[in-house]
């Protein structure tokens, strides 16, 4: 599987995205602030970029499918977080400022399954619709 280097440059912020084995690591790096904030096109860019990612790694004849047996976000007034080993990532909608928030804590870059991707692309896709 070749190892792959994505930065993406939304509004605010930057995120750097790559496959390591058969996880994707995500870094958020900010701006002078604490989030990075994504317009609509940046969203679907994103989601874009994670689905054909997470897909490579599904069609590995190695890569061992884990079942999805159950959510693994949890949603708090419309803000939804994934704990992501000693981390944890969370996607919000900013009507005022037009685009989604996404905040980390916790270690950076994190390692996401590719359940924890498929949720945020169905995440992020509800939140631009």
Not at 62 to 68: A, E, H, L, Q, R
Not at 73 to 102: A, R, T
Request: charge should be negative.
């Amino acid at each position: 599987m070749e190892n792959q280097l994505f930065s993406l440059f939304p509004k605010k912020g930057n995120i750097v995205i790559d496959k390591t084995e058969y996880k994707i690591r995500l870094q958020l790096d900010y701006e002078n602030g604490d989030h990075c904030l994504l317009a609509s096109t940046d969203t679907q860019d994103l989601i874009q970029l994670l689905t054909s990612l997470s897909q490579q790694i599904w069609e590995d004849e190695n890569y061992t499918k884990t079942p999805y047996v159950a959510q693994l976000f949890v949603e708090n007034h419309n803000i939804y977080h994934w704990k992501i080993d000693s981390s944890e990532l969370s996607i919000e909608c900013n009507e005022s400022k037009n685009g989604i928030e996404l905040y980390h804590k916790g270690n950076n870059p994190m390692q996401l399954e590719i359940n924890q991707v498929i949720e945020i692309v169905q995440i992020l896709e509800g939140l631009i619709n």
